[in-house]
């Protein structure tokens, strides 16, 4: 399998549950992302690892918490969310830390439902 | 600080007329610009960038966009629109701060009409 595959693609939790999302690449690239997308707002930038090492945490409430434990791999930690942390959530990698690789790669997403 | 305007949330156009979607980026060094397309249900796809080089970037699909550096643009375009372009597009910049960070604009829907 090529590219990069998340999973599930759709979740619905209760604010109490305690679920995860995946996120793998078969690319060989050195650097992975979480994103939020919500209706009518920007793509959100919420994490950024590279080489395994978190380079960035963008002010992210802490019911969200990832973990990369290789290159390939980067998850999503979800406890006590919100209604509206309701979103697709999707995940990508470049080749690096560098504006030059020529932008990222973009899994399915993960489509989110807090109830 | 950076930002990416795309001018029309919806933009529809009929099958086989121009597609021509509007993108503007405030930058105080030389941007890298990106357009992606998203099709429902799935994630963000590179249609096109430019680095350095040749302002006329041509893309997938049949897509392509002009760095404008005087206008602070890079406008995608497509001579003749397809019912599968219909998808949400993307513009996007590059940080200027940040090498690992890119600045997404709200998007544009295109719709394709029969």
């Known amino acids: 399998e090529t590219g990069v595959t998340q999973t599930p693609r759709h979740l619905v939790m209760g604010m109490t549950n305690k679920k995860s999302l995946k996120c793998e690449q078969h690319l060989g690239h050195n650097a992975m992302y979480w994103y939020k997308q919500s209706a009518k707002k920007p793509l959100e930038l919420m994490f950024v690892y590279s080489l395994e090492e978190r380079v960035e945490n963008n002010s992210v409430p802490s019911r969200f918490s990832p973990e990369c434990p290789n290159s390939s791999h980067l998850f999503l930690h979800l406890h006590t969310l919100q209604p509206e942390d309701s979103a697709l959530y999707l995940c990508a990698s470049s080749q690096g830390l560098n504006r030059g690789d020529g932008g990222y790669t973009f899994g399915s997403g993960t489509r989110l439902t807090v109830v | ?114």
Not at chain 2, 31 to 48: D, M
């Open chain 2, 1 to 114: 600080a950076q930002s990416v305007t795309q001018l029309g949330s919806h933009v529809s156009v009929s099958e086989g007329a121009l597609v021509l979607l509007r993108c503007n980026y405030s930058s105080s060094v030389p941007p890298y610009l990106f357009w992606y397309v998203q099709y429902p249900n799935q994630g963000l796809q590179l249609l096109l960038k430019y680095t350095t080089g040749a302002t006329l970037v041509k893309g997938i699909n049949g897509f392509e966009a002009e760095f404008k550096k005087s206008e602070t643009s890079f406008h995608l375009t497509k001579p003749s629109a397809h019912m599968s372009d219909a998808a949400e597009y993307f513009c996007a910049v590059s940080d200027e701060d940040r090498d690992d960070k890119i600045i997404f604009g709200k998007g544009t829907r295109l719709h394709i009409l029969p």
